[in-house]
């Protein structure tokens, strides 16, 4: 029922900033806790960046700060802002969608994006 589509991948530079957006095609995108997560190879999928339906927010400690998420719901979008990312923030930067904002900060979600690649390099 709801497709995620990632975008806004690709190379920057320490220090740049970069903007992540995720567009989703479903009937209740509002109803919808949505979420970033990343993966570097080698290891596991975490949480990034979380985002309720009312609109809290929820940031992992690597990347309070400095990296941003929003939601647009006239839009179907949520977006992820990285300013001043760092090499290790190098991963593939998943979109997902959940009922519950547990859910999300669980990592068992109903949909998923196809993934974004985001390498931090100068």
């Known amino acids: 029922q709801v497709q995620l589509v990632e975008s806004g991948g690709g190379l920057v530079q320490p220090g740049g900033s970069l903007r992540l957006s995720c567009a989703a095609s479903?009937?209740?995108?509002?109803?919808?806790?949505m979420g970033w997560f990343h993966q570097a190879p080698g290891k596991e999928r975490e949480l990034v960046a979380a985002?309720?339906?009312?609109?809290?927010?929820y940031y992992s400690d690597s990347v309070k700060g400095r990296f941003t998420i929003s939601r647009d719901n006239a839009k179907n979008t949520v977006a992820l802002q990285l300013n001043s990312p760092k090499p290790e923030d190098t991963a593939v930067y998943y979109c997902?969608?959940?009922?519950?904002?547990?859910?999300?900060?669980?990592?068992?979600?109903?949909?998923w994006g196809q993934g974004a690649q985001v390498t931090v390099s100068s």
């Open positions: 985002i309720s339906s009312g609109g809290s927010t």
């Open positions: 997902a969608a959940d009922l519950s904002t547990a859910g999300i900060r669980r990592g068992v979600v109903q949909y």
């Open positions: 479903g009937r209740t995108f509002s109803s919808y806790a």
